[in-house]
Each structure stands twice: as structure tokens, then as C-alpha cells.
């Protein structure tokens, strides 16, 4: 009796360590801003498999170059008293943080460079963006952006970081050569995120109070066109933030906030086609590796919705952890 019972103590054990829960497919990592967690959800069988305590407010989610790694910024008001502003790397084999770096005060969002070598961040508190030397682990530069920066995006080849200011709504540019802002230009009111085309040669800007999304022509930085969105039911905006582009750049997906729902938008003649029912306030959204579902991270249900793209309805949810944010997919 006494070797059945330790037989399924360690069975019990084993359950519960990271390497057993791993997926056979792909994974995402839905950042968790009031719990101050990341949710890990296998997406082959739509479950969630493990919850990685992270110490403070995360929001900014990404896969790191290597694929091996996330990469989350961790933010004022913390959940703990460690861990906050700072950009932390997770392992996604043991599910353990292995890094932290500078990242100025109040990071809400980032991006990373091709070669892993540089952090570019949006430090919403100061209307900075931070310039991070991974090598060295310190901030390299920081410059004014705008009021209450939130979006960085960075374009295919590496030239040019997009900083969306929600505040003064505008966007900054910034030479990734000279590490300086060369242009700012003004957009929708309440700008959240900018998103590149796959080529580089346009980019896509959502702008919450202005229920629009500009396109931008990167050879100037100009806006070229303005997309209005529809309004819901009751006639209210429906508040676009997150965005994610099909990569033959036909279709752009944008998640609406408090609109609930995920907006179409045909990218050739660039307007609005359709309007996906969703959870409850979806910020994040991501593509899977394979371009047939996409992904949002609902704020307010707690939960993932899953979209599929070629009837684009919701097919199903799944659960997160306590206030989703942002979302990044490991293939």
C-alpha cells in the first residue's frame, strides 16, 4: 500500500512541473494586467495548461527572436512590491524568468529588433520612449515622444520605431540608426497601436476616441488615408486597439476594446467589412502560425476568443487569467 501511495504522489508530481504540460503544437502567452500573471494556453486543444506568476503589472507581450523565449513589460501599479518597470524574459521550457532589463519607468508596451540587441519602449508615465542595449542592461537613450505613450511597432527592415502617444495623438518616429526622433505626425484621436505591413511600405494606426484606423505611407511617414469605423448598436464608438494584418496584407483585423468585437477591413480599397462578435473588451490579437485563427485577449471576460478567419466567426473561447491584455503566439 505504502509504494501505491508514493507511486501517485510522484505521478501527482510530475503533473504539475512545466515539461509535462508542454503542447505539441503551438502556445500562447496571454499577458494578465490585474493578476499580474501569464496565462499559457495550448492551442491545439484550446485548454489552458499553466499560469506563470510574473511579480507586477504586465501588459507588452512578445516571442523572442530566438522563439525559445516571451518577453513581457512589467509596470507601475504593481500586484507585488518586485519586478516592476522593468521588460522580463520568460523561458517557455521552464516556465521561470530568466532575465530583466532597464526599461525606463512605466513600460506599457515594446518591441524588440531582429538580432535581439535592442529594446525600443513606450514609457507612458514620462511621454519618453526608452532605448535598451540588451548586451549591457542599460538604457541607451530616451527622448520625448508625445503625451502618455503607448504602441511601438517597428518596421520589417529594422529603420524606423512607430511610438503611438494616446494623449496628444500623434506618432513619433524614431531612427533606429541615431536612436532620434525625425518625424511626428498627428492621427486619430487617442492613438493605441501602430502595426507594418509585411513589406514595409504602410502602416496601420488605431485610434480609440477617433473610432478610425490611419494608414500611413512610410516612405514620408504621411497619412494617406483615414478609415472610419461603424458604430455598434447603440449607436457608440467601438473603440479600436489592437490590430493584426493578414501577410498578404488583403485584410486587417482590429480588435475594438469596449466595442467587443474584432472590425474587418479590406486593405486594398481600405474599408470596413465586417464586424466579429467577440468577449468582452479584446485588446490583444494575434495571428496562428498557420493565418486560419486569430486571437484576441478580452480584458473584462477574462478570457481568449478564437476567431476563424475563413468564415470569420467565433468559434470558441478560452479561459485566461484575471484582466487579458496583450497576446503572443509561439509556433
Known amino acids: 500500500m505504502r509504494k501505491v501511495q508514493l507511486s501517485i504522489v510522484l505521478i501527482s508530481a510530475l503533473a504539475l512541473t512545466p515539461c509535462s504540460r ?9 499577458s494578465n494586467e490585474r493578476d499580474g500573471t501569464v496565462s499559457v494556453i495550448d492551442l491545439a486543444n484550446q485548454r489552458l495548461i499553466s499560469t506563470i506568476p510574473v511579480g507586477a503589472r504586465p501588459r507588452g507581450i512578445q516571442l523572442g527572436p530566438d522563439r525559445k523565449t516571451i518577453w513581457v513589460a512589467l509596470s507601475y501599479p504593481t500586484n507585488q512590491s518586485q519586478g516592476e518597470d522593468k521588460i522580463a524574459v520568460i523561458d517557455c521550457a521552464t516556465e521561470k524568468i530568466v532575465a530583466r532589463y532597464d526599461a525606463g519607468t512605466d ?10 540587441s535592442r529594446l525600443y519602449i513606450a ?19 530616451s527622448m520625448p515622444v508625445g503625451l502618455e505613450p503607448e504602441g511601438v511597432a517597428i518596421s520589417p527592415d529594422g529603420r524606423w520605431v512607430y511610438v503611438t502617444s494616446e ?3 500623434t506618432v513619433a518616429v524614431i531612427d533606429t540608426a541615431q536612436n532620434q526622433v525625425v518625424k511626428t505626425f498627428l492621427v486619430g ?12 511600405s504602410r502602416a496601420y494606426v488605431s485610434a480609440e476616441n477617433g473610432d478610425t484606423v490611419s494608414v500611413v505611407q512610410t516612405s514620408d511617414h504621411k497619412v494617406v488615408a483615414t478609415i472610419n469605423l461603424p458604430r455598434d448598436n447603440a449607436g457608440a464608438f467601438l473603440k479600436p486597439k489592437g490590430i493584426a494584418i493578414s501577410p498578404d496584407g488583403k485584410r486587417v483585423y482590429v480588435a475594438t476594446g469596449r466595442g467587443n ?13 465586417q464586424l466579429i462578435p467577440v468577449g468582452q473588451r479584446p485588446w490583444g490579437i494575434a495571428f496562428a502560425p498557420d493565418n486560419k485563427q486569430l486571437y484576441t485577449a478580452n480584458g473584462l471576460s477574462n ?4 476567431i476563424d478567419v475563413e468564415s470569420n466567426q467565433q468559434v470558441s473561447t478560452i479561459k485566461a487569467g484575471d484582466g487579458p491584455w496583450g497576446i503572443a503566439i509561439k509556433p
Open 22 to 30: 508542454k503542447a505539441a503544437g503551438p502556445v500562447a502567452y496571454v
Open 107 to 116: 513600460p506599457e508596451n515594446f518591441v524588440l529588433n531582429a538580432d535581439g
Open 123 to 141: 514609457n507612458e508615465d514620462t511621454g519618453t520612449a526608452s532605448v535598451t542595449d540588451i548586451k549591457s542592461n542599460r538604457v541607451i537613450a
Open 167 to 169: 494623449s496628444s495623438s
Open 189 to 200: 484621436a487617442r492613438p493605441r497601436e501602430a502595426v507594418f505591413v509585411a513589406d514595409g
Open 261 to 273: 468585437c474584432v472590425a474587418v477591413i479590406d486593405g486594398e480599397n481600405e474599408q470596413p467589412l
Open 303 to 306: 478570457d481568449v476568443s478564437v
